[in-house]
Structures are given as structure tokens and as C-alpha cells.
């Protein structure tokens, strides 16, 4: 939830920028890999910066947020090239009467066709976060860190306890930026409904998720930065792990114990150890 006075269209666009080219620093959005939405409960006009007005069919019905506006990047548009130029590369979506469509209104210098092919999971993790908090705001980041996703392809972290006790042990920070852990989805098909389900279920529990042998998804309700960060933060975790399997797995971690004490310092609550 964000208070008045509300973030300016502009604004919303530079800081998608930031978090896009922060993902591309830390190597989590290789080529054209990675999306970013944001949905925004107050009124915004997109008319000067996106003049250009379409109608398009939505990929699921969303009755529940007639008139509500979301800025989604383009298809095949690299997150780190956002930055330069917000407009050629993101369009902003107002959801029509009935739900079923939505006005997308782009620029005359748009670079790509259809919104990003994860937008039905980015629509759908909204949809539900939104009706369920009430937040005016919201946005979800799909990322492709290559520890985290490397991780997902071993066996034995393909589970939500067992990936988060070894992800989450290596600096007195990680449980406090990440006290419900990461989520775990098995893989799924890219863009199918399926995948969608999963990941609006798994987004319930926690603020990011990986989805096995693909990548991360992460939501915040604060700011963009918010999302990117945890995304940063989970992959710092899945780096160390790494650095350890390769080193025979000469480091300890933090102890559960002394994760627990750290906790209670800052009398916080937290679900992995
Ligand atoms: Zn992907």
C-alpha cells in the first residue's frame, strides 16, 4: 500500500528502469529473459506518454479491477534497456468495463507487438493480491538468476524446506529480508495456465518464488526496488550454496539457533528455522 501523493506516471517508469538494469547487473536477465509489471489504484492518464490506443482481449477476465492501470514490458524487450527509453519498451494497460478487454495505449516509438508471454501469471498474482489486501499498489518481477536456477535443477532442492534452510543460512540478513523464505514451484510450461495457478498459489505464502528450472518470480505491495532487491537477496543465498557445493561443503552457515537469536534481537517472526 503506498499513501498520497501517489508516485507520478513518470516516476513509475524510471523506477522500473532501475530495477530492470539492477536484474541485468546481476546477471538475471540474460538477451531478452525477465518481465516486469506494475499495477497502479489511482488514476493515471497515460495519453502524453503513450498516445497510441489499442483494445485487446485479456488473457483471463478481471472483473474485479475495471479501470485499474498496469505498466507491463514488451515481448522480447531485454529489462536492461528499459532504463533508456521506458516508453519504446513497456505499455500501459487500463482494464475495460466488463473486464474481459483492456485499452493498451503504447508509444509511437514502441519495440515490440504483444505485451510480455507471462502476463497471464503477472495479471493473475494481481488479481489475487489485490482483491485479497486491497493494495493501490502492487508489482511482480519474473527474473533468471543462475544460481537460484541452477539450484532448481538438483533434486534435493526442489523442495520449499529443504532449498530455503540452505539458501537462507549464510548472512545474518537473509531471514530478515526473507523471514517467510522462498517459495518452491516444480517446473511447469512457460505461459500455461498451469504455471499461472501455481505461481498465484505459491505468491500467497511468499514474497518470491522459483519456478524449478526456469527462474524467480517476486511481488511487492511497497516498490519495485522492494521486489529486485528480494530477488538480489535470494540469489546472494543460492550463490553461497553454490560456492559451498563446489568447495566440498567446507563452510557451516549460520546455525538454525543463532538465525533464531537473531530473530528474536529484532522480534520478528519467521518461518524456515
Ligand atoms: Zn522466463
Not at 522462498?182 to 504455471?195: A, H, I, K, T
Not at 566440498?248 to 528474536?264: H, S, V
Request: charged share 20%.
Amino acid at each position: 500500500m503506498i499513501d498520497a501523493p501517489y508516485p507520478e506516471l513518470d516516476e513509475l517508469l524510471v523506477l522500473i528502469g532501475e530495477a530492470g538494469h539492477r536484474l541485468s547487473e546481476i546477471e538475471a536477465s540474460e538477451g531478452a529473459a525477465g518481465n516486469i509489471s506494475v499495477y497502479a489504484g489511482w488514476p493515471i492518464d497515460p495519453r502524453r506518454k503513450f498516445p497510441l490506443i489499442e483494445t485487446i482481449e485479456l488473457p483471463l477476465p478481471m472483473p474485479e479491477l475495471v479501470g485499474c492501470t498496469f505498466l507491463v514490458t514488451g515481448s522480447g524487450r531485454r529489462l536492461r534497456e528499459v532504463i533508456q527509453d521506458p516508453v519504446a519498451n513497456l505499455g500501459c494497460l487500463v482494464v475495460d468495463e466488463g473486464g474481459q478487454t483492456g485499452h493498451l495505449y503504447t508509444s509511437p516509438r514502441r519495440l515490440f507487438k504483444h505485451l510480455t508471454s507471462e502476463f497471464n501469471s503477472h495479471l493473475a498474482v494481481h488479481r489475487d493480491q489485490v482483491s485479497t489486501s486491497k493494495t493501490n499498489f502492487h508489482t511482480v518481477i519474473h527474473a533468471q538468476p543462475p544460481y537460484l536456477t541452477y539450484l532448481s535443477h538438483i533434486p534435493r532442492y526442489q523442495d520449499t524446506t529443504y532449498l530455503n534452510r540452505h539458501i537462507v543460512r549464510w548472512q545474518p540478513e537473509s531471514i530478515v529480508q526473507l523471514p517467510e523464505g522462498v517459495g518452491y514451484v516444480p517446473f511447469l510450461v512457460p505461459g500455461s495456465p498451469q504455471l499461472m495457478e501455481a505461481t498465484v498459489s505459491a505468491l500467497r505464502e511468499h514474497r518470491i518464488i522459483v519456478w524449478g528450472k526456469h527462474g524467480v518470480v517476486a511481488r511487492s505491495d511497497v516498490s519495485v526496488k522492494r521486489a529486485s532487491d528480494r530477488i538480489e537477496y535470494a540469489e546472494t543465498g543460492a550463490r553461497y550454496e553454490y560456492m559451498n557445493l563446489v568447495a566440498n561443503e567446507l563452510g557451516e552457515g549460520l546455525a538454525p539457533e543463532e538465525i533464531r537469536a537473531i530473530c528474536q534481537a529484532l522480534n520478528m517472526e519467521q518461518r524456515v528455522f
